[in-house]
T-cell receptor, first 115, second 113 residues
Framework: NAGVTQTPKFQVLKTGQSMTLQCAQDMNHNSMYWYRQDPGMGLRLIYYSASEGTTDKGEVPNGYNVSRLNKREFSLRLESAAPSQTSVYFC??????????????FGDGTRLSIL | DAKTTQPPSMDCAEGRAANLPCNHSTISGNEYVYWYRQIHSQGPQYIIHGLKNNETNEMASLIITEDRKSSTLILPHATLRDTAVYYCIVRVASSTGTYKYIFGTGTRLKVLA
């Protein structure tokens, strides 16, 4: 089982470029999440998807868009990258129905630098 | 939103028990406490979670006080590989049918040889 797979692992962009971070899970989970982690800080929620076809804003959604392509895949798009978006991005998924207490499972992250 | 407070750092001798405290004084009655750890810059690794009863699994034990305002994660025999940042998280219900995690800055545990 691969669990949660994120691609790419590393990326360098120039200011103003766009890019899409990919996330896929093979655990048949309903909920998926995107976080960012800045140096010395905990993770902050960008967007999440409670189920296929739904998405919602988290704590820091500005500058990002998401797509829940199907049950397996949840992508994060930066339309016009800014240096403030330099961070490590983590995707997570969670099984169970709505208010289940199942834990989230995280991918290994995408390290994004914007020059 | 319920929030957690953890000491920024702790040391533990190898082979001894590591006890990591967490305060969550504003927790609501149906909110679970989750513990994760992050080694270097890898993705957070799930350890354990609980509501009000003490819990134990192959990795750790979780002790939750009777008033649920604090908890302690116990690693019974710490090894050098347990050196990591440990996060205590209280999940928060969203309006759209799922839960969100609110991360703090965690406790940096260093296991000493």
């Amino acid at each position: 089982n691969a669990g949660v797979t994120q691609t790419p692992k590393f990326q360098v962009l120039k200011t103003g470029q766009s890019m899409t971070l990919q996330c896929a899970q093979d655990m048949n989970h309903n909920s998926m999440y995107w976080y960012r982690q800045d140096p010395g800080m905990g993770l902050r929620l960008i967007y999440y998807s409670a189920s296929e076809g739904t998405t919602d804003k988290g704590e820091v959604p500005n500058g990002y868009n998401v797509s829940r392509l199907n049950k397996r895949e949840f992508s994060l798009r930066l339309e016009s990258a800014a240096p403030s978006q330099t961070s490590v991005y983590f995707c997570a998924s969670r099984g169970g129905l709505f208010y289940s207490n199942q834990p989230q499972h995280f991918g290994d992250g995408t390290r994004l630098s914007i020059l | 939103d319920a929030k957690t407070t953890q000491p920024p750092s702790m040391d533990c001798a190898e082979g001894r028990a590591a006890n990591l405290p967490c305060n969550h004084s504003t927790i609501s009655g149906n909110e679970y406490v989750y513990w994760y750890r992050q080694i270097h810059s890898q993705g957070p690794q799930y350890i354990i979670h609980g509501l009000k009863n003490n819990e134990t699994n192959e990795m750790a034990s979780l002790i939750i006080t009777e008033d649920r305002k604090s908890s302690t994660l116990i690693l019974p025999h710490a090894t050098l590989r347990d050196t990591a940042v440990y996060y205590c998280i209280v999940r928060v219900a969203s309006s759209t049918g799922t839960y969100k995690y609110i991360f703090g800055t965690g406790t940096r545990l260093k296991v000493l040889a």
